[in-house]
C-alpha cells in the first residue's frame, strides 16, 4: 500500500521554527522520478503550492511567500522529505501536505500525505 | 488572487452534467499540462485528471476534461451527491517558475 506520512507540524510562536518530515513507503521507486512537493491550505482555503524538489534533489523551487525562511531536502536513502520552516509568521498557519509527483513535466501529483497542521501564534 | 481562475461555485442536479473552467495563460496552461484534483472536507487532494485528459487508474470515466489554448475545463457527468467536493486545476507557471493552482470550485449536487 502507498503511504506518505508527514509529521513534525503543531503549535509555534511568530518567529519561530519547525521542520516537517514527510516518509514515503509501498512505492516502486524505479519507475519514477520522485519529484516532490509541498502544498498548504490554510483553514477554509484553497491549495498554495510552497515548495518543490525534483527527483535527484538539484533543482528546487519555492513560493516567494517563503523564500528565505522555508528549506526544503529529501533523504532518498529514507525516502523522506523535509521541510525545514524558519521565522515563521501568523500567515504561515496551515496543514501542509507532502505530495509526488512521477513527471517533472506533466507534475501531476498522484500520491498525497494526510497533512501536518502547523499553527503559528503567541 | 491565484494565477489560474475557477468559478467559485457550481451546482447541478443528479444525473445532471457539470463543467469547472480552469482560465491562466500562455505562461501556465498555454504550455504546460494541467491536472485536476478533487478534494472532500477534512481529506486530501486527489489526482483525478493528468496530462489535461488522462484518468489515473480508478477514476471514474464520468470524469473528463479538456484543454484548449490557455483554459482548461473539468467535465462530471451523471453526477450523484457523493460528488460534492472542492475541485482544483493547476499546473506549472513557466514564467513564475512556480507551480499553480486554481482558486478551487465548490461543486454542489443539488
Known sequence: EVQLVESGGGLVQPGGSLRLSCVASGFTFSSCEMNWVWVRQAPGKGLEWVSYISGSGTTIYYADSVKGRFTVSRDNAKNSLFLQMNSLRAEDTSLYYCARACSSVTLAFDYWGQGSLVTVSS | ?110
Open chain 2, 1 to 110: 488572487q491565484s494565477v489560474l481562475t475557477q468559478p467559485p461555485s457550481v451546482s447541478a442536479a443528479p444525473g445532471q452534467k457539470v463543467t469547472i473552467s480552469c482560465s491562466g495563460s500562455s505562461s501556465n496552461i498555454g504550455n504546460n499540462y494541467v491536472s485536476w484534483y478533487q478534494q472532500f472536507p477534512g481529506k486530501a487532494p486527489k489526482l483525478l485528471i493528468s496530462e489535461n485528459n488522462k484518468r489515473p487508474s480508478g477514476i471514474p470515466d464520468r470524469f473528463s476534461g479538456s484543454k484548449s489554448g490557455t483554459s482548461a475545463t473539468l467535465g462530471i457527468t451523471g453526477l450523484q451527491t457523493g460528488d460534492e467536493a472542492d475541485y482544483y486545476c493547476g499546473t506549472w507557471d513557466r514564467s513564475l517558475s512556480v507551480v499553480v493552482f486554481g482558486g478551487g470550485t465548490k461543486l454542489t449536487v443539488l
